[in-house]
Each structure stands twice: as structure tokens, then as C-alpha cells.
């Protein structure tokens, strides 16, 4: 399973980002698909999770601004943030469980300048 993400940037507070992950390997189209995201100095945080059926989870930290989805066809999952504050600014990462095996991105940078 190998996960490619892109579409961090720097971006001021209050606008948005869409971060894009796409999957490839067995097994990623039906598995949950997930992004964390690392402050410098920090521990890894769940940010938003989709599951192979659609349902998702959010952290309360982001609730009402983020929204995760997924395009089965491209095997890609989304992260629109929208609204965001200087405290976002972290390392995002794509994340996927496989056969109870984790995989993750690159991680891709997100600034947030106020």
C-alpha cells in the first residue's frame, strides 16, 4: 500500500485548504482511510477518519471546519479544512489500515499565519 498526499501550503487564518491523498495497493478501496496531523514537538493526532462505508469521525478540535471524504473510483480521500486557525498549522499525514497493517504518507506541510 503506498499513499501520496499534496496540497499543503501556507495560508492565512480564517481561509482554506483541500488536502488530497490517493491509495494504491490491495485492499485500500474498502479499508478505513484516515489523516493525522503532527505538531513540531508533539505526539501524531487523529484529525478525521472515513471508514470503506462512508461513516466518518472527527476530533472536536476540528469538528464543523473539516470534512473527510472519499472517491472510490480514484481511491483518494480528501481533507477540506476550512476556516482555518494558527493552531492547524501542523504536518498533515494520510493514513490507511490494511489488513491491520498501518500505512502512512508523506505528510504534507500546513501553515496557518494570523
Known amino acids: 500500500v503506498q499513499l501520496q498526499a499534496s496540497g499543503g501550503g501556507l495560508v492565512q487564518a480564517g481561509g482554506s485548504l483541500r488536502l488530497s491523498c490517493v491509495a494504491s495497493?490491495?485492499?485500500?478501496?474498502?479499508?478505513?482511510l484516515a489523516w493525522y496531523r503532527q505538531h513540531p514537538g508533539k505526539q501524531r493526532e487523529s484529525v478525521a477518519s472515513i471508514a470503506g462505508t462512508g461513516r466518518t469521525n472527527y476530533a472536536d478540535s476540528v469538528k464543523g471546519r473539516f470534512t473527510i471524504s472519499r472517491d472510490y473510483a480514484k481511491n483518494t480521500v480528501y481533507l477540506q479544512m476550512n476556516n482555518l486557525k494558527p493552531e492547524d498549522t501542523a504536518v498533515y499525514y494520510c493514513?490507511?489500515?490494511?489488513?491491520?497493517?498501518?500505512?502512512w504518507g508523506q505528510g504534507t506541510q500546513v501553515t496557518v499565519s494570523s
Open positions: 495497493g490491495n485492499g485500500v478501496r474498502i479499508n478505513p
Open positions: 493514513h490507511a489500515l490494511v489488513a491491520f497493517r498501518d500505512y
